[in-house]
């Protein structure tokens, strides 16, 4: 059996945030945005916007569904997610690339059959300031300040 080595191999440049003059965005290639830590790490770093550049196949439906939408909420950040439509070499690729704000609310999304090019607005200060509104001015939930590192040491251990 051919595992997901065939198409991917773990990389050495750690994640990082480039200043831009929209805003902070990071950058997470395909299969990352199925592991939590790249989007906190991102987000960590202080990023406005992550873009997922991805190439998702047919079996991969639930990515645009749940775990993209996941992301920006869990990290209270904006998410762009970019994949390709169409078939090529067998395999179906499933379009569906998406803007998702940090409270997890689409913006735009694309069909999944066809090449679409979409367009939407990021409001990159909301993402800034991350915390929700539960009742505005009464209760609040801050994703990141509320976190608890101190017990996290498990999920950086490397599992044989």
Same mark, same amino acid.
């Given at each position: ?38 989007? *906190?790490?991102?987000?960590?770093? !202080?990023? /406005?916007? $992550? ?6 196949? =047919?079996?991969? #439906? ?21 994949? *390709?439509?169409?078939?090529?070499? !067998?395999? /179906?690729? $499933? ?6 704000? =940090?409270?997890? #609310? ?21 993402? *800034? ?32």
């Amino acid at each position: 059996m051919v595992g997901l080595d065939r198409f991917a191999k773990h990389g050495d440049i750690p994640f990082k945030v480039h200043d831009t003059e929209l805003g902070r965005i990071g950058i997470i290639i395909c299969y990352d945005a199925g592991f939590p830590e790249p989007a *906190r790490v991102l987000r960590l770093q !202080g990023a /406005d916007l $992550i873009v997922v550049v991805t190439n998702w196949p =047919y079996t991969s #439906k639930g990515m645009p569904r749940f775990v993209i939408p996941t992301r920006a909420i869990e990290n209270h950040v904006n998410v762009a997610a970019c994949n *390709r439509s169409g078939v090529e070499r !067998g395999i /179906d690729f $499933i379009g569906s690339s998406m803007m998702i704000d =940090y409270s997890g #609310k689409e913006i735009v999304k694309a069909n999944e059959d066809e090449e679409t090019l979409i367009i939407g607005d990021v409001d990159f200060k909301g993402a *800034r300031k991350s915390f929700v509104d539960i009742i505005p001015g009464k209760f609040t939930a801050d994703r990141i300040a509320d976190r608890r590192p101190e017990f996290y040491g498990e999920i950086t251990k490397k599992k044989a």
